[in-house]
């Protein structure tokens, strides 16, 4: 175990220099609020260590668009110490927070090479929210989310894939079944998804296959709300469904989703009517839940949480009774602000200008101050809808325009702006999509990791150590073939994550979907080769 202490306390190790004798600041997550708050302390007299579980900083709004192969992971996610490597003061470390004891101000995390204590002296908590699948976890088994680049990229191969297959299937229910897409979720990042598979559909593929018309290809976007785009107001909700339908998606709303498997998912009308929807390829972009360690906050504070598990926080963004701990971004619960961006930037450099206050002796600032600089959503090329203020609401090419702007204006590195507006051009002007390359890992890690997970759960409780020898071998195997990397710990495992945790003790089933998914293109594995039957090419 490494022990991290600050200047006050005695050291036993340290791998971050101490001897500057400052105040410590520990932050969790490089996403935007975790980014922000460590710029915010760039001039600070102040150490600051970032702790985070990924080596980057993702730009979610644009995860959909490496998920339908218009941008690439490195665009909208770079590595967080080389965006940081001018601030001298700052200090990223990889690692998974799994405890902060906030009466001994400390924080362990967890890496491939053991446990660390970092000991702070202010802490800014940034970890984000998970997707929820509203108490259905088995569902992402089948429907992945949309939070983090393994998501993207699970789901650019699964989409890609389902072309894939409608091409090779000899039966027209079967392809009917591999070229259906169902995205759950009418909210900004479940249109931008139907909005894009759709596009796909209908302007970049439809030359490249030969036996299927994949113009022919469903995309159903499904919500439980009356409305796609709520939030939106009612002029832009309705202006995103008609253009979403122009472009060929079927929007069925008051549908909810009461199960998802391998072949399709289950709905419930409004009117108690239920129905199946065959499909092959779903998409999760319902529900969020925030980080589990708000709930750990909570408990040792005594700050209530919400139902998505934010943490209600002192007008400050302190945890109360505990000034030294700021929560922020779409972990905190104040005033019904909503989980964007904005929020999470805003409260980060908030935060970071409060340690200042107190450092240089000053009375505490004004309350947090959320200012709404407005929302957008793109439907597709061309067409957004925006909503600035209580006036402005527009829906055309002129809300598109406004989102490009604000995107790459946002994206992180100057090389990233150029190489997405490249990207866009060849996409939205033309019609390629230049990151389509899918591998067999990118879709299955997941589900291996799960099993692996969860064979490793069984064989903690089996009695006969032959058993369990022979089962770590067999875990450890599949661990390598899914290519755990310990560059990437990745978000912490949520609520409705496909696993392991909700099911310690269940054998995932052999995913005969996902062998079929990926045996038929990807970085085949040579000794599939030699396994499998000569397949005869189909006739068109
Ligand atoms: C697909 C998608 C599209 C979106 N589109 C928009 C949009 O168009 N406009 C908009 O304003 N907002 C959008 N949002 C919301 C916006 O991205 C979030 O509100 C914002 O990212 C919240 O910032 P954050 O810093 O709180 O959390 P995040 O950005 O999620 O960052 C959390 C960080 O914490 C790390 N972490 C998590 N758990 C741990 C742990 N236990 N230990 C260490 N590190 C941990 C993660 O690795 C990550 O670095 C979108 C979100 C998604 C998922």
């Known amino acids: 175990m490494t022990v991290e202490t600050p200047a006050s306390r005695p050291a036993t190790s340290s791998q971050v220099d101490r001897t500057s004798g400052r105040h410590r600041v520990v932050i969790i997550g490089s996403g935007f609020g975790g980014l922000w708050a460590t710029e915010g302390l760039k001039k600070a007299p102040v150490d600051v260590i970032m702790i985070s579980g990924t080596s980057?900083?993702?730009?979610?709004?644009?995860?959909y668009q490496v998920a339908t192969g218009v941008l690439s992971e490195g665009e909208v996610a770079p590595a967080t110490r080389e965006v940081l490597k001018k601030q001298k003061n700052a200090t990223v470390l990889l690692g998974r927070v799994t405890d902060i004891d906030i009466a001994g101000k400390t924080v362990t995390s967890v890496s491939p090479l053991g446990t660390t204590v970092t000991a702070y002296d202010s802490l800014i908590v940034a970890a984000g929210a998970g997707q929820s699948y509203f108490g259905n976890d088995q569902f992402s088994e089948w429907a992945p989310g949309m939070k983090s680049i393994d998501d993207a990229l699970e789901l650019r191969g699964r989409i890609f894939g389902c072309f894939e297959l409608a091409e090779l299937a000899e039966d027209p229910a079967e392809q009917e079944e591999w070229l259906t897409f169902v995205v759950v979720g009418a909210g900004?990042?479940?249109?931008?998804?139907?909005?894009?598979?759709?596009?796909?559909?209908?302007?970049?593929?439809p030359r490249e296959f030969r036996r299927i018309d994949t113009r022919k290809a469903k995309v159903i976007l499904l919500d439980a709300a009356p409305a796609v785009l709520g939030a939106f107001g009612d002029k832009l909700s309705n202006a995103a469904r008609?253009?979403?339908?122009?472009?060929?998606?079927d929007v069925e709303l008051n549908a909810k989703v009461v199960g998802v498997d391998n072949t399709g998912v289950d709905i419930i009308d409004a009117d108690g009517n239920e129905r199946r929807i065959r499909c092959r390829c779903k998409v999760w972009a319902a529900g969020v839940s925030a980080s589990p360690l708000g709930k750990q906050l909570a408990e040792q504070s005594g700050a209530e949480i919400d139902r998505a598990g934010r943490v209600n926080v002192n007008p400050d963004l302190t945890l109360p009774g505990h000034?030294?701990?700021?929560?922020v971004g779409d972990m905190m619960a104040l005033n019904n602000l909503p989980g964007v961006a904005q929020v999470a930037m805003q409260g980060g450099s908030y935060a970071a200008v409060q340690i200042v206050r107190r450092l240089r002796g000053e009375p505490p600032g004004e309350p947090f101050k959320y200012f709404d600089k407005g929302s957008m959503a793109t439907i597709s090329r061309f067409h957004a809808v925006a909503s600035v203020g209580k006036k402005v609401h527009l829906a055309g090419f002129f809300a598109w325009l406004m989102w490009l702007a604000v995107h790459v204006m946002y994206l992180i590195g100057f090389k990233n702006r150029l190489t997405t507006m490249l990207h866009w051009a060849v996409s939205f002007i033309f019609r390629g999509r230049s990151q389509r390359t899918t591998t067999r890992q990118q879709i299955v890690a997941r589900t291996l990791m799960a099993r692996l997970s969860a064979t490793e759960e069984a064989l903690k409780t089996?009695?006969?150590?032959?058993?369990?020898?022979?089962g770590e071998t067999a875990a450890a195997?599949?661990?390598?073939?899914?290519?755990d990397s310990a560059a990437d710990l990745g978000p912490e495992p949520v609520e409705?994550?496909?696993?392991?945790?909700s099911a310690p003790n269940r054998q995932p089933e052999t995913t005969d979907s996902v062998d079929e998914l990926t045996a038929a293109y990807g970085d085949e594995r040579p000794e599939?080769?030699?396994?499998a039957p000569a397949k005869q090419a189909p006739e068109s």
């Open 56 to 63: 980057h900083h993702l730009f979610q709004p644009l995860l």
């Open 188 to 205: 900004p990042t479940g249109v931008e998804m139907a909005g894009q598979i759709s596009e796909l559909a209908h302007r970049t593929l």
């Open 242 to 249: 008609q253009q979403l339908e122009s472009i060929g998606v």
């Open 323 to 327: 000034p030294e701990v700021f929560v």
């Open 462 to 470: 089996q009695q006969n150590p032959d058993e369990i020898e022979s």
């Open 477 to 483: 195997d599949v661990s390598g073939a899914a290519g």
């Open 496 to 501: 409705g994550r496909a696993s392991t945790s």
């Open 528 to 531: 599939d080769r030699d396994a």
